[in-house]
């Protein structure tokens, strides 16, 4: 028997209440959980999380401008980076919907003075699936240290781009390329002799309505723009390096708003109304695989949620100052946007847009995520920086005593290894290592790489760290992932003379 139209409205009404009240516990969690990391000074920028047509949680944290003081606000703007190749993506494919590019043709068929890596041969699809063979920005000559200033213009883009070398020919592997995708921006423009910055505003954003969203400029002055800072262990915030967006016009231009991020992904995911079906089930389909798949301008992912199989759908990026994260948990129709400015140029004591999204993923699952501390290892790489060793091993011993802080093996491990490989402070690295030590004495990792800091210098104490590591891999299993930092130390203990500590 059918159920009738009065049963059916019963049983909405009776499950109304249950999707409300899950709703506002799961805001009530991601809000904890966001003013936990804020708190800790591990996140800066604008959430919003959604599901359906219904906002679950839209919320600031932060500073727009520290020079001046000026908060955050959830319709801030901010530089999402690598996001923008699903932009770039869906342009393409408009464009192929037109019958204006052929995604099986080569690059050479739209810029056929193209005389850079995959000549003649890497199609459009293989770009947009980043198995061209043409290489990443960091393949262009001296661009970290001076190009990556400069101003270009589309066809010095492309003689800039003539000085790099395939990674392999094209379809036979993968290689995440942003060059790739600043070739489709300017394959775009010649086809429709408009520029790509235009094409983006009359194709995409009017459409959807994307007030908010434009490829940035340099010399564009723009409202509510949220400024770029970067996060150093030693220094602290510091205003990012100069970077020519000229580099980055269809890999990573993008200035936008969460709340127009969510439009984009209702038009991939729902409406899908600026190209054809075919073309939007092309774009969210796995092409190719490298740590996650890759469709054309999305990464694709599933995970486990309370044992339910749940697609991810998703895309993140950065750019000097930035972070940004977008993610589209499908059978859900739920997107989580987050946008920061504040790019961490260290590992101490950060906690990453991906991971933000995992734990907001598993509070909607009604999981129990704990709640962060602060780091002390992030303290006390900018009392190193600013007042030196003794300083900071001072303030270790009373930040141990605070509840609010924390400090555990891995802590000490980064914290450490950093201070050596990316600050050259070997001697300060080592007291921290044997600070570590102290705290965890059986920790594998802290035995064993503060032996080889000392080796060469004390190899007493360093072959006493080796056997001790050898011990505590014989020991535990859970040592097991170390097995190659295992057969050194026994090299080093019971080797040949020529390579061993003896």
């Not at 966001?34 to 599901?51: D, E, P, W």
């Not at 010649?190 to 459409?207: A, D, M, W, Y």
Request: charged share 25%; hydrophobic share 35%.
């Amino acid at each position: 028997m059918k159920p009738t139209r009065v049963a059916c409205l019963a049983i909405l009404l009776a499950v109304l209440p249950c999707l409300e009240l899950h709703a506002a516990s799961a805001r009530g969690g991601i809000d904890r959980l966001m003013t936990a990391y804020h708190r800790c000074g591990q996140f800066n920028g604008v959430i919003l999380v959604k599901r359906g047509d219904e906002v679950i949680y839209e919320r600031a944290f932060g500073l727009a401008n520290r020079e001046w003081n000026v908060a955050n606000t959830p319709d801030s703007k901010f530089l999402i980076g690598s996001v923008s190749k699903s932009y770039t993506a869906l342009m393409v494919l408009i464009l192929a919907n037109e019958g204006l590019i052929d995604l099986d043709a080569t690059i050479n068929t739209y810029i056929p003075r193209y005389d850079g890596p995959g000549k003649n041969q890497a199609t459009i699809r293989q770009m947009l699936t980043h198995t061209s063979g043409i290489p990443n920005h960091g393949a262009i000559p001296d661009l970290s240290k001076k190009r990556v200033r400069w101003m270009y213009d589309s066809d010095q883009y492309l003689e800039l781009v003539k000085e790099t070398a395939p990674k392999f020919a094209p379809g036979t592997g993968f290689e995440y390329s942003g060059i790739a995708y600043n070739l489709l921006a300017i394959i775009c423009e010649k086809v429709t002799n408009k520029s790509f910055g235009e094409l983006l505003r009359q194709r995409i954003f009017v459409p959807l309505r994307m007030s908010d969203s434009t490829l940035n400029s340099n010399l564009d002055v723009d409202a509510r723009r949220a400024y770029g800072y970067e996060y150093y262990l030693l220094d602290g915030y510091k205003l990012p390096s100069y970077i020519s967006m000229d580099h980055c016009k269809g890999s990573g231009g993008i200035l936008s708003t969460v709340g127009d991020m969510a439009k984009f992904n209702h038009e991939c995911f729902d409406a899908q109304t600026l190209t054809s079906k075919p073309l939007y089930k092309a774009m969210l389909t796995p092409h190719v695989k490298d740590w996650q798949y890759y469709g054309y301008g999305w990464w694709i992912d599933t995970v486990d949620v309370n044992g339910d199989k749940k697609t991810l759908i998703s895309h993140g990026g950065s750019t000097d100052g930035y972070k940004a994260y977008s993610t589209r948990v499908v059978e859900d129709r739920t997107d989580i946007i987050i946008l920061e400015n504040d790019y961490f140029r260290t590992d101490v004591g950060v906690k990453w847009c991906y991971d933000l999204t995992n734990d907001i993923i598993d509070i909607l699952a009604g999981k129990e995520v704990p709640e962060p501390k602060k780091s002390i290892a992030k303290e006390l790489g900018l009392t190193i920086g600013r007042e030196g060793i003794d300083k900071a091993l001072a303030q270790l011993a009373v930040l141990k005593k605070d509840p609010a802080y924390q400090v555990g093996a891995r802590d000490y491990y980064v914290l450490a290894s950093e201070l050596d490989s990316k600050n050259g402070l070997k001697a300060e690295s080592i007291r921290i290592f044997e600070a570590g030590l102290a705290d965890h004495p059986d920790d594998f990792r802290l035995n064993y790489y503060l032996a080889e800091r000392l080796a060469g210098t004390d190899d007493t104490r360093a072959l006493e760290l080796y056997k001790k590591c050898i011990q505590l891999y014989d020991d535990n299993e859970a040592n097991a992932r170390f097995s190659e930092e295992y057969k050194k130390a026994v090299t080093a203990v019971n080797g040949p003379r020529s390579g061993a500590i003896q």
